[in-house]
């Protein structure tokens, strides 16, 4: 518990701490018509009632470009501006951000321009996952990345108990050539390397259900080439394939493949009005597996997401659906998982399925006034031809960003204990 007290000091401090900026206005004389940010071959205009966004600036926060279009219709303060350019030199990693001011078609308004410079070359160090379950222990991965003008290079580090049935730390190294071509098409290598840990309530189930799914393994390895393409604005198509290798528990024993062809269709939108701001971010994903392609394994594997966000001042409002189904004898690790610290929070996920299922279905629905959260979900996860036992659950917490801080309930009769979730939820 003493790292779930310190979870909560550190959390309280961000939450509530902050600092103050001096909106002293230095120029009353211009009024400010409108906003622009550009770059070697794209622009971005904001305007009060309309925002062309590029590709570029999508990955803006929500608070950056508020702040932004309320420069619109305001005296201009130069002094905003400077700190205006330093938000969006750290949130786009550029190499330099400089502004200037144009004069408008009315007396006395100006535009005003933010010219991005991109970073040729530069290193980073992300988190890309740090949660704690007291079902399931810490789960945690990060990465160390660098970038050569279009090219990116990143090796990471990961141990992760919530997505699989099984327990996974390793590391994985990845190529990206984010224009192959054009700026519609990438390309993406990726060798992952994976050391498994199993739950013992998994090993016994697989015992008697092994029909449905592989046997346990000790490693896994996967090569996987992508090419990623922007078909339109908010339209894009990934297209690849999956070399998977497992080895198993017993020593010389011959390991099995898993290779298969993969597609992901993504469509995500930003609808931004005066005093709301949605997102829609859905996806269907399949994945096939085939003798055809030398794998011990043949199957299909089709899932789709859909996430819904409504910000209206302090209130928001987020809906997440996730439902798949998997038609052949898939490994374990292409099975379907609920009972971790997103998707039917408050439940244990080897209490539901300790080998998960082959088909699923999910909805969280959360409720967030500033820091204050509320959620629901629902869900079940089983096998064809088992009956299909829905589960709900409850929570509340605090949340700032992607750190949450929360605990979950089972709705069910009899003892009901709760599981505390903290971290970066993403």
């Known amino acids: 518990m003493k790292y779930a007290w310190l979870g909560c000091l550190v959390f309280g401090g961000l939450l509530f701490g902050g600092t103050q900026d001096s909106d002293i206005n230095v120029n009353t004389r211009y009024t400010v018509d409108a ?13 009060e009632n309309h925002t062309d966004q590029a590709e ?11 702040d932004l279009v309320d420069l619109i219709g305001h005296k201009l303060n130069p002094g ?11 949130e786009l990693s550029a190499r330099e951000v400089t502004h200037r001011l144009l004069r408008s078609d009315t007396p006395d308004h100006v535009q005003v321009e ?33 970038n050569l003008q279009q090219h990116y290079f990143m090796l990471g580090l990961v141990s992760d108990g919530e ?23 990438s390309l993406r290598l990726q060798f992952e390397s994976y050391h498994d840990q199993w739950n013992s309530s998994t090993l016994q189930a697989l015992k008697t259900e092994s029909r449905f799914t592989s046997d346990a393994y000790r490693d896994r390895q996967n ?22 290798r497992f080895d198993s528990q017993i020593p010389g024993a011959p390991g099995e493949a898993a290779n298969a062809v993969f597609t992901t269709l993504r469509y995500r939108r930003q609808l931004e009005g005066a005093e709301n701001q949605q997102d829609i971010d859905a996806s269907y994903a399949m994945r096939v597996a085939a003798k055809t392609l030398a794998s011990d394994f043949s199957y299909a594997r089709h899932s789709a997401r ?10 928001s409002f987020s809906d997440n659906f996730w439902g798949g189904v998997v038609t052949g004898r898939a490994p374990l690790d292409d099975r379907f998982v609920l009972g971790n610290s997103t998707y039917l929070r408050g439940w244990n996920k080897f ?7 082959n088909r699923v279905v999910c909805n969280s629905v959360d409720y967030r006034y500033g820091p204050f959260q509320a959620f629901y979900d629902t869900g079940a996860v089983w096998d064809e031809g088992q009956p299909a036992v829905a589960r709900h659950s409850a929570g509340i917490g605090l949340r700032a960003s992607v750190l949450s801080l929360a605990v979950a309930f089972p709705l069910r009769g009899g003892h009901v204990e709760p599981i505390f979730i903290m971290g970066l939820l993403y």
């Open 351 to 357: 209490e539901i399925d300790p080998i998960g299922g």
């Open 163 to 185: 997505w699989l049935p099984e327990r996974n730390a390793g590391f994985n190294v990845r190529y990206e050539d984010r224009r192959l071509g054009s700026d519609r098409i």
């Open 80 to 90: 905003v501006l400077d700190t205006l350019a330093q938000r969006i030199k750290k």
């Open 223 to 244: 090569f996987q080439p992508m090419v990623a393409i922007s078909l339109a604005k908010p339209l894009s198509i990934e297209v690849g394939a999956s070399f998977e």
């Open 306 to 315: 859909l996430h819904y966000h409504l910000q209206r001042g302090k209130h």
């Open 56 to 66: 570029q600036t999508q990955s803006l926060t929500s608070k950056l470009k508020a």
């Open 35 to 47: 906003v622009t940010i550009f770059g070697k071959g794209w622009k971005t205009t904001f305007l």
């Open 114 to 146: 933010f010219e991005v410079t991109p970073n040729r070359g530069g290193a980073d160090l992300n988190v890309t996952q740090f949660a704690y379950n007291s079902r399931l222990g810490w789960s945690g991965a990060g990465e160390a990345g660098f």
